[in-house]
């Protein structure tokens, strides 16, 4: 069960739940079910388990995961009170994003944009809603897993810092497919950090179809034979192992939308 964070993580008042997994702390408040931070330590364990060296990095250089309450948003975290809406030259700008900036964000205040933009982040500080985690009907998310995702953004920060060879490969691959116009339009391509998370998805089976140019991607071989230079360097990351442990949309049906599949699922704007 989860204990009280220790004193040495200086949290503050605002987390008073701790688990580790792979010495990777994972905080929360009071508000959220102990079910929610077993399952996030479940999916970070089987994540490492072909390079647990990567999440001896993460530990050494502080990296953490907070999970939120249903309740609760991105900057009710303090680590994240501080936090603006992104300028319009933030290079993680999406391409609707870019082309609708006033309406989706200059018009906004930072509360709401970030409100509505995300109930999960990577980077030094991961977050992520109980109900993503535990695959919840009322998940903004539902239909894949997010978390595998954010926590993908860590597997690459710990490998560009100690892998680059491999970090190597990922741009090799990054490259070839903006080159050869793979992943078209899709969220996928924004940045590389962005590519190597959506691929991680579907290494594990749980991301949502993206169809596009006359292909249907879902499952981890669907993935080999679209981009294979993806999945070399992913297999490199995460061995053979396509399954992680407590995530609820592995393999799950809901990864496909009812109804006819679209022959285009990125967004149009």
């Avoid at 079910?33 to 502080?62: G, K």
């Avoid at 300028?87 to 509360?111: F, H, M, N, Q, V």
């Amino acid at each position: 069960m989860p204990g009280v964070p220790p004193a040495s993580l200086d949290t503050g008042s605002f987390y008073s739940k701790h688990v580790t997994a792979r010495g990777i702390s994972i905080l929360s408040s009071s508000r959220v079910p102990d079910e929610a931070l077993l399952a996030a330590r479940d999916m970070t364990r089987s994540m490492f388990s072909h390079r647990p060296e990567l999440a001896e990095w993460l530990a050494a250089n502080d990296y953490r995961i907070a999970i939120m309450a249903e309740s609760e948003a991105l900057l009710d975290l303090p680590e994240n009170a501080h936090w603006t809406k992104p300028a319009r030259d933030d290079p993680r700008l999406t391409r609707c994003e870019l082309k609708l900036y006033d309406e989706r964000i200059g018009s906004k205040t930072d509360r709401e944009y970030w409100d509505e933009r995300a109930r999960a982040i990577g980077g030094k500080r991961m977050a992520d809603g109980a109900e993503d985690v535990l695959g919840l009907p009322s998940s903004r998310y539902w239909g894949e897993t997010i978390f595998v995702h954010e926590m993908g953004h860590l597997v690459l920060d710990a490998i560009q810092a100690t892998d680059p060879v491999l970090y190597a490969e990922v741009e090799a691959a990054y490259a070839n497919a903006l080159a050869n116009d793979l992943w078209l339009d899709e969220y996928t391509t924004t940045t590389i950090q962005e590519y190597w998370a959506e691929g991680t998805q579907f290494w594990f089976n749980s991301n949502r179809i993206q169809s596009f140019d006359g292909r249907r991607i879902l499952n981890h071989a669907d993935l080999e034979a679209y981009d294979p230079h993806l999945y070399a360097a992913l297999a490199k990351a995460y061995g053979d192992s396509h399954r992680l442990k407590s995530d609820p949309f592995w393999m799950s049906p809901a990864r496909v939308p009812p109804g006819p599949i679209p022959e285009n699922t990125a967004e149009v704007c």
